[in-house]
């Protein structure tokens, strides 16, 4: 009786129940055995409970009116009155537009040139030379956002390199930061130099996948470079593209605050003034920690809408997609 009922079979998957102790038995050892690796996905499981996770809490401060001495449980809700005050103030429109501009701006001048400088060195034969072009292309990355702000403010000056260079071809040295109508151009040029060799890096990993006989097959066919390029090259990293896309897309209203702030000054506001540099006024110099939030929220829920409504229709006409 007790050896029947030891091999009784689970309803669910038609295994024994003795057989299934073993497989969990087994499973447990594995992970005994190599408990060292699963030690090592600590770290990153507390990065993402302690700054992604646990912050959610306080989201709920966007829909009350938050006050410190109360804490956040027992702040008065006021529903939506923040998000109305932030449509309905005076700098919505002007947030929103400089926000679009800028990540437009970025998007349509910066994506394509770390494809550009992966193709062309993809072509590069030379490969002390190939490396000292990636070298020099990806080590801006590494510059201080505050170095980088520096240099910019230096170069635009009226004294800079930018104005001397114009002076010779007869134009006026001016403070080029200090006019709304070149900020939006200085901003994507220099996100352009910083960042074009750091993300070209994925796009030449990808190139290094393609299998060296299609480019035979495609010489011996008679195929010049630029047709090599455009029928090896760019169909065998379009996956890569698509999702790398979509990633863009899905952060488009993340602009670079931290540079954007540290090249802002009240003569080009008009131009520099962004929903981050806005959370940042109102939430932390103004304290006004519930609109902040509002708004910042706002921010996060464009975001997720862009990179679902992107990767659904990318899906349809491509097949590719993050999910």
Known sequence: MNASQGNTASPHTGESISTLSTKRRSGWRAYLRNYDLYLMLVPVLAYYVIFQLQPIYGLQIAFKDFSASLGIWDSPWVGFAHFERFFSSYYFG????????????????????????????????????????????????????????????????????INTVASWFGAEK????????????IYVISHVWQH??????IYIAALASINPELYEAATIDGASRLKRILHVSLPGI????????????GSLLDVGFQKILLL????NLEASDVISTYV????????????????????????VTLLVT????????????LW
Request: aromatic share 12%; glycine share 6%; charged share 10%.
């Open 94 to 161: 002007r947030l929103l537009s400089n926000t679009i501009e800028i990540s437009l701006y970025a998007l349509v001048v910066g994506f394509p040139m770390p494809i550009l400088l992966a193709l062309l060195l993809n072509e590069v034969r030379w490969l002390k030379l190939k490396k000292f072009i990636q070298n020099v292309t990806y080590f801006p990355h590494f510059v201080s956002v505050i170095v980088v702000a520096g240099m910019i403010n230096v170069f635009t000056s009226p004294d800079g390199l």
């Open 310 to 321: 992107a990767n659904t229709v990318i899906k349809r006409f491509t097949k590719n997609s």
């Open 264 to 267: 802002q000054n009240p003569l």
């Open 280 to 303: 940042y006024r109102t939430g932390i110099l103004q304290g006004n920690y519930s609109l902040s939030t509002a708004v910042g929220l706002f921010n996060t829920l464009i975001n």
């Open 174 to 185: 001016s403070s080029l930061l200090t006019n709304p109508a070149y900020f939006k151009t």
């Open 238 to 249: 379009f996956s890569t593209i698509i999702v790398l896309f979509i990633l863009q897309i």
């Open 196 to 201: 074009t060799g750091w993300n070209a890096i």
